[in-house]
């Protein structure tokens, strides 16, 4: 006989991690979506990016540590403001070399030359920081306990409430950024013609550079929170997760803020169940599966709006 | 930001410009090079030291900023040339005059174990080819149809795996397994390509990665079948048209060398190896060159350019583009059925998206479209990297920063080949 308590036990379960994985994906999903829908291209190079996140996370901490930081606050914001920093450095310099002078060229050449940066930076890395896997010790320790008495019980660390705060954090500022600011309304008007945005006196090339920027920064986050939840980075985290978050970004309508969250959110959440109920192994094809099924009867994803074109 | 300086600058002297955009530079490259060039991440024991290589860092932030003087002071006297000259696009050159470059080329091909009777030149060059193989099948699909297709290797691996399993589980021979593993390749690209045709450009080209990568998750996992990551080895190796290679045994099958009565060396299977897939990758040529020229051909070239318009002539844009599909599959499926043999062995790592995105990357930096230029990039893809083997910690950095510089030098690939449309009004490259 199933015991129904326990069942609805190990399902928040997984809810609650699914969430957590799912606002990563997401995160990286809103970098792959703001480029694509102002420039139209796959910035293939954008998981090595958050993988460049993952390991300034890392090493922020060790250097914390050798300086003596107790204060766990001030650990987590020094990782943060870093990574933070130093990624959109990266972002900035990817699209300034890689991407800039091919604007005008045809559809797959930034493509290829994304592709090249993407085999450069993960080798980079290998290069400069050894191929063995990198380990982090819990930081941010312990969590709430409920649902015990079900035999399993039901954890939520303080380190995935402190993941969820950031997460939603992050989507309200950004939100606002893109509705309300001025670089959100140029942000916007290059979007929907970049040639008129140039006319009114939108400095185009800039603001593609501070999409890239802006989406270099929440792909840190996304490269901080998986070091912190599973505690080891190496250097070719980049390509899977920068896939599923395309995948993500594809799913929730590409172009669409919210949609890559959702997109983000469900990639998350049946990676998560497919792997507890089915079987770890094809949790990613299970991924795929389901944005075929999703592309069949919504081509333009859940959230995105149906494209008109013009003859 | 030299653009901006330039635009608001007054007539600023050059040298200050220079410095200020070198300090700049170097400001930028401070913050890249220190966490990854100037600080290293060392595991010890189950925790992490940093170790510090400061002369490293020091000197990626000087190189930047010479440069980047040089490249000031350089602007001031090259002039770039004039913005038509750096349109993608205008520059063309048709087919015609490489037609003696190709002729060379198949010469040269045909008579190289002549040439060059060692084994390692051989090899390689029957690398290349199943490289060019795969150029020319993927350029039916991306660079004829237009399809962006990022998962082109899952195909090369039905191939493979078809022969593989055909000859291990019913002892099936090679010569009947290369027309099935293209029947199979393809049949993938029809089911494939079935629901996602309909899609746009690059929600193809993300369902084809991932299909790409389903086919290796489900190979590696499926232990019982396919013997998992560790793959399967002893695959029979091809005959020729019946008689096998190798040393005539008393009371064996009659082999290749006592039938030609010939002494036996180990180099006749290289260099059949080598004929065969000549002639396979020849084949696809021959078939792409003529297939352009019909109808279907015609179809895939006008889909490409305008799909709108195809559909206004009452063309299916879906059948055409799943035959232009299931084509592309089939020249995997025979050239990874040519793998499989020539290995004698497969295992799902040789199918990683690397793979895929390497021979995109010979079809575009080939120029899209070109038959000769997939051999010239195939050649400075696959053979190039093969001399810098000495810098083997180095290479696929290399490489990656070499597909980078040679899409910067030129976009529109190495021979551009493409029917001559001249865009007098450069407006901003339409979204897809």
Same mark, same amino acid.
């Given at each position: 006989?199933?015991?129904?308590? !326990?069942?609805?036990?190990?399902?928040?379960?997984?809810?609650?991690?699914?969430?957590?994985?799912?606002?990563?994906?997401?995160?990286?999903?809103?970098?792959?979506?703001?480029?694509?829908?102002?420039?139209?291209?796959?910035?293939?190079?954008?998981?090595?990016?958050?993988?460049?996140?993952?390991?300034?996370?890392?090493?922020?901490?060790?250097?914390?540590?050798?300086?003596?930081?107790?204060?766990?606050?001030?650990?987590?914001?020094?990782?943060?403001?870093?990574?933070?920093?130093?990624?959109?450095?990266?972002?900035?310099?990817?699209?300034?070399?890689?991407?800039?002078?091919?604007? !005008?060229?045809?559809?797959?050449?930034?493509?290829?030359?994304?592709?090249?940066?993407?085999?450069?930076?993960?080798?980079?890395?290998?290069?400069t920081q050894g191929a063995r896997v990198k380990p982090l010790p819990p930081v941010l320790p312990g969590g709430i306990h409920f649902l015990e008495e079900t035999g399993f019980g039901v954890k939520i660390t303080w380190l995935q409430i402190f993941i969820w705060t950031v997460t939603v954090a992050l989507m309200i500022?950004?939100?606002?950024?893109?509705? !309300?600011?001025?670089?959100?309304?140029?942000?916007?008007?290059?979007?929907?013609?970049?040639?008129?945005?140039?006319?009114?006196?939108?400095?185009?090339? !800039?603001?593609?550079?501070?999409?890239?920027?802006?989406?270099?920064?929440?792909?840190?986050?996304?490269?901080?929170?998986?070091?912190?939840?599973?505690?080891?980075?190496?250097?070719?985290?980049?390509?899977?997760?920068?896939?599923?978050?395309?995948?993500?970004?594809?799913?929730?309508?590409?172009?669409?803020?919210?949609?890559?969250?959702?997109?983000?959110?469900?990639?998350?959440?049946?990676?998560?169940?497919?792997?507890?109920?089915?079987?770890?192994?094809?949790?990613?094809?299970?991924?795929?599966?389901?944005?075929?099924?999703?592309?069949?009867?919504?081509?333009?994803?859940?959230?995105?709006?149906?494209?008109?074109?013009?003859? | 930001?030299?653009?901006?300086? +330039?635009?608001?600058?007054?007539?600023?002297?050059?040298?200050?410009?220079? /410095?200020?955009?070198?300090?700049?530079?170097?400001?930028?490259? *401070?913050?890249?090079?220190?966490?990854? +060039?100037?600080?290293?991440?060392?595991?010890?024991?189950?925790?992490?030291?940093?170790?510090?290589?400061?002369?490293?860092?020091?000197?990626?932030?000087?190189?930047?900023?010479?440069?980047? *003087?040089?490249?000031?002071?350089?602007?001031?006297?090259?002039?770039?040339?004039? *913005? #038509?000259?750096?349109?993608?696009?205008?520059?063309?050159?048709?087919?015609?005059?490489?037609?003696?470059? $190709?002729?060379?080329? =198949?010469?040269?091909?045909?008579?190289?174990?002549?040439?060059?009777?060692?084994?390692?030149?051989?090899?390689?060059?029957?690398?290349?080819? =199943?490289?060019?193989?795969?150029?020319?099948?993927l350029n039916i699909v991306v660079g004829l149809a237009g399809l962006l297709d990022l998962g082109y290797v899952a195909f090369y691996a039905v191939g493979a795996y078809s022969y593989a399993l055909l000859s291990l589980y019913f002892d099936y021979s090679f010569w009947l397994c290369l027309p099935l593993a293209g029947?199979?390749?393809?049949? #993938?690209? /029809?089911?494939?390509?079935?629901?996602?045709?309909?899609?746009?450009?690059?929600?193809?080209?993300?369902?084809?990665?991932?299909?790409?990568?389903?086919?290796?998750?489900?190979? %590696?996992?499926?232990?019982?079948?396919?013997?998992?990551?560790?793959?399967?080895?002893?695959?029979?190796?091809?005959? #020729?048209?019946?008689?096998?290679?190798?040393?005539?045994?008393?009371?064996?099958?009659?082999?290749?060398?006592? #039938?030609?009565?010939?002494?036996?060396?180990?180099?006749?299977?290289?260099?059949?190896?080598?004929?065969? /897939?000549?002639?396979?990758?020849?084949?696809?040529?021959?078939?792409?060159?003529? =297939?352009?020229?019909?109808?279907?051909?015609?179809?895939?070239?006008?889909?490409?350019?305008?799909?709108?318009?195809?559909?206004?002539? $009452? +063309?299916?844009?879906? %059948? =055409?583009?799943?035959?232009?599909?299931a084509i592309g599959a089939m020249f995997a499926g025979l050239a990874g059925s040519f793998f499989a043999a020539r290995q004698g062995f497969v295992s799902p790592e040789s199918f990683a998206f690397l793979e895929s995105a390497i021979i995109l990357a010979i079809v575009v930096l080939g120029g899209m479209g070109s038959?000769? $230029?997939? *051999?010239?990039?195939?050649?400075?893809?696959?053979?190039?990297?093969?001399?810098?083997?000495?810098?083997?910690?180095?290479?696929?950095?290399?490489?990656?920063?070499?597909?980078?510089?040679?899409?910067?030098?030129?976009?529109? $690939?190495?021979?551009?080949?493409?029917?001559?449309?001249?865009?007098?009004?450069?407006?901003?490259?339409?979204?897809?």
């Amino acid at each position: 006989m199933i015991d129904l308590y !326990r069942e609805t036990a190990i399902f928040l379960q997984q809810l609650v991690n699914g969430i957590t994985i799912g606002a990563t994906y997401g995160l990286i999903a809103i970098g792959y979506t703001m480029v694509y829908g102002i420039i139209g291209m796959i910035n293939f190079a954008h998981g090595e990016i958050y993988m460049i996140g993952a390991f300034v996370a890392v090493m922020t901490y060790v250097v914390m540590g050798m300086l003596g930081v107790q204060s766990v606050p001030l650990a987590l914001l020094a990782m943060l403001g870093v990574g933070m920093v130093v990624t959109a450095a990266y972002g900035w310099t990817v699209e300034r070399i890689a991407y800039r002078p091919l604007r !005008r060229s045809f559809r797959l050449a930034p493509l290829i030359s994304a592709i090249g940066m993407s085999i450069a930076l993960q080798n980079y890395v290998q290069i400069t920081q050894g191929a063995r896997v990198k380990p982090l010790p819990p930081v941010l320790p312990g969590g709430i306990h409920f649902l015990e008495e079900t035999g399993f019980g039901v954890k939520i660390t303080w380190l995935q409430i402190f993941i969820w705060t950031v997460t939603v954090a992050l989507m309200i500022v950004f939100t606002w950024v893109v509705a !309300r600011t001025a670089l959100g309304r140029q942000q916007r008007a290059c979007e929907q013609d970049q040639l008129m945005a140039a006319l009114v006196g939108v400095n185009v090339d !800039r603001i593609i550079s501070l999409t890239f920027v802006m989406g270099a920064v929440l792909a840190a986050v996304a490269g901080l929170i998986v070091t912190l939840q599973y505690g080891v980075v190496d250097f070719h985290i980049g390509f899977l997760a920068g896939v599923k978050a395309f995948t993500a970004a594809v799913l929730g309508g590409i172009g669409s803020l919210p949609g890559a969250m959702l997109g983000g959110l469900l990639i998350g959440l049946i990676e998560t169940f497919w792997a507890a109920y089915f079987s770890g192994a094809y949790k990613d094809v299970a991924t795929f599966g389901i944005l075929v099924l999703v592309l069949l009867f919504r081509p333009t994803g859940l959230l995105g709006r149906p494209e008109t074109e013009k003859v | 930001m030299s653009a901006r300086l +330039l635009k608001h600058g007054a007539p600023s002297p050059v040298l200050v410009t220079a /410095i200020r955009e070198a300090a700049l530079t170097g400001l930028l490259v *401070v913050v890249l090079a220190v966490p990854f +060039l100037g600080l290293k991440i060392e595991n010890a024991g189950n925790g992490l030291l940093l170790e510090t290589r400061w002369p490293a860092a020091f000197i990626a932030v000087g190189l930047a900023m010479g440069g980047r *003087v040089l490249l000031v002071l350089g602007r001031e006297w090259w002039h770039r040339p004039a *913005v #038509f000259d750096r349109f993608p696009g205008t520059v063309f050159l048709s087919e015609r005059p490489l037609w003696g470059l $190709g002729m060379a080329g =198949i010469l040269l091909a045909l008579f190289l174990p002549l040439l060059l009777p060692n084994r390692y030149a051989i090899d390689t060059a029957t690398t290349l080819l =199943i490289y060019v193989m795969l150029g020319w099948g993927l350029n039916i699909v991306v660079g004829l149809a237009g399809l962006l297709d990022l998962g082109y290797v899952a195909f090369y691996a039905v191939g493979a795996y078809s022969y593989a399993l055909l000859s291990l589980y019913f002892d099936y021979s090679f010569w009947l397994c290369l027309p099935l593993a293209g029947l199979l390749a393809a049949l #993938f690209g /029809i089911l494939l390509g079935f629901p996602v045709l309909r899609l746009r450009g690059d929600y193809l080209a993300i369902v084809t990665l991932g299909f790409g990568e389903i086919i290796r998750v489900v190979l %590696t996992n499926w232990n019982t079948l396919t013997h998992g990551s560790q793959g399967i080895s002893g695959i029979p190796r091809p005959s #020729f048209f019946g008689l096998p290679f190798g040393v005539a045994v008393e009371g064996g099958p009659v082999t290749f060398s006592a #039938f030609f009565g010939i002494a036996h060396d180990p180099l006749h299977r290289v260099i059949f190896l080598y004929y065969l /897939i000549l002639v396979l990758a020849l084949g696809t040529n021959a078939f792409t060159l003529r =297939i352009r020229r019909l109808p279907i051909g015609r179809a895939w070239e006008a889909l490409r350019e305008d799909e709108t318009a195809c559909r206004a002539l $009452g +063309l299916d844009p879906t %059948t =055409i583009k799943l035959s232009a599909f299931a084509i592309g599959a089939m020249f995997a499926g025979l050239a990874g059925s040519f793998f499989a043999a020539r290995q004698g062995f497969v295992s799902p790592e040789s199918f990683a998206f690397l793979e895929s995105a390497i021979i995109l990357a010979i079809v575009v930096l080939g120029g899209m479209g070109s038959q000769t $230029g997939v *051999v010239v990039a195939a050649f400075v893809l696959v053979v190039l990297p093969e001399w810098f083997r000495d810098f083997v910690e180095y290479r696929m950095f290399l490489f990656g920063a070499a597909m980078v510089a040679v899409m910067l030098w030129r976009p529109q $690939g190495l021979l551009s080949h493409r029917a001559p449309t001249l865009r007098l009004s450069p407006g901003p490259a339409p979204p897809h």
